[in-house]
Each structure stands twice: as structure tokens, then as C-alpha cells.
Nanobody, 129 residues
Framework: HVQLVESGGGSVQAGGSLRLSCQAF????????MGWFRQAPGKERGAVAS??????????DYADSVKGRFTISRDNAKNTLYLQMNSLKPEDTAMYYC?????????????????????WGQGTQVTVS
């Protein structure tokens, strides 16, 4: 069983930066997808970014809305996932969730569907004004 705990959210002005962390308790293979999702009030939970490594290659995926501004990274030794968010915009305001899959990925980008992730954190709020 795996538990995920997010931290690093807060309130910032437009143009500011935040770094979110997701600490995993329990083993997650580096070849299993981990990702960040976000959900604003009244909207569907959507994928922000994902990452996994297999056969020495790291696969990254970003939503178009965050490309060039957000960077996902993973420290497998620390069992921790990060999301560096720069040039934040008011439309980035949302609850941000860390997610992890149970099964290893064999190739290609991670799924953007919430149904393909097995473990979820409690969320951390990001507010940009």
C-alpha cells in the first residue's frame, strides 16, 4: 500500500513561482508513472504533467497550458515527486494532486486519465492572484 502526501502549495502573485513536493510512503517503481493533476472549482480534474523512466529513458508529458512554465522531476532515491511552477497565472489556481500508478509503463507517454492512476494524495491548494 502506498500513501502520497503533497506539500508546497500557497498563495502567490501572478508571475511568481512555487515548488510542489509529493512524498511517497511505500515503494513505487521508477518505471511506474507518477504525475500531477489539478482541479479548479466546477471543473474536471485534469492532467498537468507526468514522468517515468524505463530502459534508461525518461518520458515526460505536459499539458499544453503549462509547457515552458512547469517542470516535473522525480527523485527515486527519496521516493519524491516535484513540480516546479514558474510564471504562474491566475488560471493555474486549483487544488493540485499527486498521483502514482501501480503498474510499470512499457513505453510512450503516461496516460492523462485519472482512471489509470492507483494512488492519490490529499491535494495542496495553489492560488494565484
Amino acid at each position: 500500500h502506498v500513501q502520497l502526501v503533497e506539500s508546497g502549495g500557497g498563495s502567490v502573485q501572478a508571475g511568481g513561482s512555487l515548488r510542489l513536493s509529493c512524498q511517497a510512503f511505500g515503494y513505487i517503481s521508477s518505471s511506474a508513472c507518477m504525475g500531477w493533476f489539478r482541479q479548479a472549482p466546477g471543473k474536471e480534474r485534469g492532467a498537468v504533467a507526468s514522468i517515468y523512466t524505463v530502459l534508461g529513458s525518461t518520458y515526460l508529458d505536459y499539458a499544453d497550458s503549462v509547457k515552458g512554465r512547469f517542470t516535473i522531476s522525480r527523485d527515486n532515491a527519496k521516493n519524491t515527486l516535484y513540480l516546479q511552477m514558474n510564471s504562474l497565472k491566475p488560471e493555474d489556481t486549483a487544488m493540485y494532486y499527486c498521483a502514482a500508478a501501480r503498474m510499470s509503463r512499457l513505453g510512450g507517454s503516461c496516460s492523462r486519465s485519472t482512471s489509470d492512476y492507483n494512488y492519490w494524495g490529499q491535494g495542496t491548494q495553489v492560488t494565484v492572484s
